[in-house]
């Protein structure tokens, strides 16, 4: 990414205050300043075309009652010109705990990390190369960091940071006492939509872009974040012109299962059965059918067949029990006594341990299309590393810098955190819900906004071969949301070849980009 010799942006100070014969007055106050953030021109090439692009990498202040919280770090890109209504689109990711490189330098920026065609990782070190499917050519970009992922910090730390108390040990122990405290409000489901809301508000006052039509767009629990922002951004006055939500958890229920609920099996099998013909596992019946037909034969199976067995338990004739069993095998392409011993609930884990145990491989579970060496073959759990998942750290922890502190030279000594395990580990569910009464989805925040704004699109999006968010729960989901004929047609429905992060994949990536375009641009 080329960059001009403009030179980094720089915070002026506040004004020394005026002298006076009167009696001395306490010091006014000063006020709380964020790190110093970027800004730079750069040539973006679309085909022949050159565009002209102001790159900002900087902090917005998020408040609490007045009082400086939290620094939110965001990179954006915008097109230089008459740009007041040229569409804005703010882009997050999940986790949560996850950063917003994944969307910034795996699809959408002007600069992605270089991939197989397939998805699979090169080998180290990360490669950044122009990005020909960017999302610029229909929308400027906003790439924003929650809380405690990549450069965004709670003014506690950042406090902590500035005043260098590494050699001063008592009052260091007493700073990191306090943080976990003022860390922990951030990490909820509420007050995440809260802060993410406020930062839209604020980065289209600082940049004068109220006139523009303002879109969002979010992968996996970032896909919940959109669902509910469809609700809550307007009720902060941001009318939405598209969403997108990439590999989207809607409704958290029914991702992880238990014995006695049905939904989460049902909404994984089908990714099985895709993973299993993929890898020509397929047996009896469904061996040799096309991924079309494996598809549509192992959803009727999961919403009928399996879903009875489910529902029914141990009430089942031993004679169905044993067919629907042996179907399940056979679309699945795991051991029968294997689906037997797990009565039809087989997790997402053991599968991808076990489909192809005989050639000494597992499977990735965001993308079970891509295999790796099963070094622990005699281990129950997944003690290998994940395929999918631990591969592409490193790559986007490298790519990540080397565009921020190298190519934008943002001087700043915080480390990006790609994947926060903190935040994860402390998030709560903070929306005051009585206990009996647990829900956890963003579809009645999508039926809401749908309704106050009907001339919103959304694009839900999924990779066939992502068993940590499968494509089937959005489309039950979706299947019941009741909307009316009008509405449902703004909901748009698209699957892609590869699994979570399935913009890896080339030839997703570019259907990906035209898919975005209808919704987000204008």
Not at 119 to 145: C, H, I, Q, S, Y
Not at 475 to 493: D, G, I, K, T, Y
Request: hydrophobic share 40%; aromatic share 10%.
């Amino acid at each position: 990414m080329p960059t001009t010799n403009t030179s980094a942006k720089t915070k002026s100070s506040s004004k020394p205050a005026a002298k006076s014969d009167g009696p001395p007055s306490a010091e006014p106050a000063k006020a709380y300043r964020t790190p110093t953030g970027v800004e730079r021109e750069i040539a973006w090439a679309d085909g022949a075309r050159k565009t002209r692009v102001r790159v900002n990498a900087d902090w917005l202040l998020v408040r609490e009652n007045g009082v400086p919280a939290a620094e939110v770090f965001f990179t954006s890109y915008q097109a230089t010109g008459p740009a007041a209504k040229r569409p804005v689109t703010f882009l997050f990711n999940g986790g949560p705990g996850a950063a917003s490189a994944f969307l910034h330098i795996g699809t959408a920026g002007p600069k992605r990390l270089a991939f197989s065609p397939d998805g699979r990782t090169l080998p180290p070190p990360a490669k950044l190369v122009d990005n020909a499917e960017a999302w610029l050519k229909f929308t400027d970009l906003v790439f924003v960091d929650p809380v405690g992922t990549g450069l965004s910090r709670t003014v506690a730390e950042s406090k902590l940071e500035q005043q260098g108390v590494d050699a001063e040990d008592e009052k260091a122990a007493k700073y990191r006492k306090d943080l976990p405290d003022a860390k922990k409000p951030f990490y909820g489901i509420k007050r995440d939509i809260d802060v993410l809301a406020e930062f839209v508000t604020q980065w289209l006052s600082r940049f004068n872009r109220w006139e523009s039509p303002v879109s969002i767009a979010g992968e996996s629990y970032g896909g919940f974040r959109v669902g509910k922002l469809i609700r809550a951004l307007p009720e902060r006055g941001v009318g939405l012109h598209g969403a997108v939500m990439v590999s989207p958890a809607i409704d958290f229920l029914c991702l992880g299962g238990n014995d006695y609920d049905i939904w989460p099996w049902i909404n994984s099998l089908p990714t099985m059965a895709l993973a299993a013909a993929y890898h020509k596992r397929s047996r009896g019946r469904f061996a040799g059918l096309k991924a079309d037909a494996v598809r549509q034969a192992a959803e009727d199976f999961a919403e009928r067949a399996l879903a009875t067995l489910l529902v029914r338990g141990d009430r089942t004739p031993p004679a169905e029990r044993n067919s629907v069993i042996k179907s399940f095998a056979d679309l699945t392409g795991l051991p029968v006594d294997l689906a037997e011993r797990y009565g039809g609930r087989v997790p997402i884990e053991v599968f991808a341990r076990e489909l192809l145990r005989d050639q000494g491989q597992i499977c990735g579970l965001y993308d079970a299309a891509v295999t790796g060496p099963n070094v622990f073959p005699d281990r129950e759990g997944m003690p290998n590393p994940d395929p999918t998942l631990s591969g592409i750290m490193a790559a986007y922890t490298a790519g990540i810098n080397t565009l921020l502190r190298g190519e934008l030279g943002l001087a700043t000594d915080r480390e990006y955190l790609l994947l926060g395990w903190e935040v994860n580990e402390w998030w709560q569910d903070d929306r005051k819900a009585h206990y009996y009464h647990y829900q956890l989805d963003c579809a009645d925040d999508m039926r809401y906004g749908l309704a106050t704004n009907p001339a919103l699109r959304l694009l839900i999006c999924h990779g066939w071969y992502d068993l940590v968010t499968a494509y089937f729960s959005s489309e039950r989901s979706v299947s019941m949301l009741r909307l009316p004929e009008a509405l449902r047609r703004q909901v748009s429905l698209k699957n892609y070849d590869g699994g979570h992060m399935f913009y890896a994949w080339e030839k997703s990536r570019k259907s990906l980009a035209k898919d975005a375009g209808a919704i987000v641009g204008v």
